[in-house]
Structures are given as structure tokens and as C-alpha cells.
Nanobody, 124 residues
Framework: QVQLVESGGGLVQPGGSLRLSCTASGFTSSNYAIGWSRQAPGKEREGVSC????????YYTESVKGRFTISRNDAMNTVSLQMNSLKPEDTATYYC?????????????????WGQGTQVTVSS
């Protein structure tokens, strides 16, 4: 069964850190680009970060550059998103997805698998 499962979300104070993980099963994730997107209540989903196959390139939306770092471990079929210096505006449900390739602003094109999401809340 093809599946992506996100984990690592939670409640954190502004300025804090979280590390999200996306674990793939039922397929070989190394064949795909993998991206993180987020959706806040009442807002459209936006691409946050994307990593190309074989970790050749990483991409971020402008608002998270310098704070978030995406990485992948193909041996473990996982992709992580290290989020530092979190802000209240980072509050959203975060989703991972596999696709064909990344866009320069952290999006992903040709999504073919995606997870159910993990909630991140940044609040004091």
C-alpha cells in the first residue's frame, strides 16, 4: 500500500523549533522529488519546501528561507523538515507529497502521493 505519513507536529512557542518527518512506504521515495506544503485555516495551500531526487537541490518559499531546512534519507525512505525560529504565521497543517520535480519557490509539480498532514501551532 502506497502511503506517506507525516509526524512531528505540535504546539511550540514563537522562536521555538520543530522537526517534521515524512515516512514513505509501499514505494521507493528516492525516485521522486518530495515537498512540504502547508495550509492555514481560511487560506490556500502553499508550497513550503521541496527537495529534488538524490538531494541535488533544495528549494524554499521566501518566508521560510534561513529558518527551515529540508533533507532526505533515501535509505530510510524519509524526508525531514527542520523548522527553527518559528513564528505564529507558520501555524498550519503541514503535508508532504511526492512529485516529478520541484519549483523554485518550494512547490512541487506532478504530485502523485501525499499524506494526511500534521498540525503545527506556534503560539505563546
Amino acid at each position: 500500500q502506497v502511503q506517506l505519513v507525516e509526524s512531528g507536529g505540535g504546539l511550540v512557542q514563537p522562536g521555538g523549533s520543530l522537526r517534521l518527518s515524512c515516512t514513505a512506504s509501499g514505494f521507493t521515495s528516492s525516485n521522486y522529488a518530495i515537498g512540504w506544503s502547508r495550509q492555514a485555516p481560511g487560506k490556500e495551500r502553499e508550497g513550503v519546501s521541496c527537495i529534488s531526487r538524490r538531494s541535488a537541490n533544495t528549494y524554499y518559499t521566501e518566508s521560510v528561507k534561513g529558518r527551515f531546512t529540508i533533507s532526505r534519507n533515501d535509505a530510510m525512505n524519509t524526508v525531514s523538515l527542520q523548522m527553527n525560529s518559528l513564528k505564529p504565521e507558520d501555524t498550519a497543517t503541514y503535508y508532504c507529497a511526492t512529485g516529478q520535480f520541484c519549483t523554485i519557490d518550494g512547490g512541487i509539480v506532478g504530485r502523485n502521493n501525499w499524506g494526511q498532514g500534521t498540525q503545527v501551532t506556534v503560539s505563546s
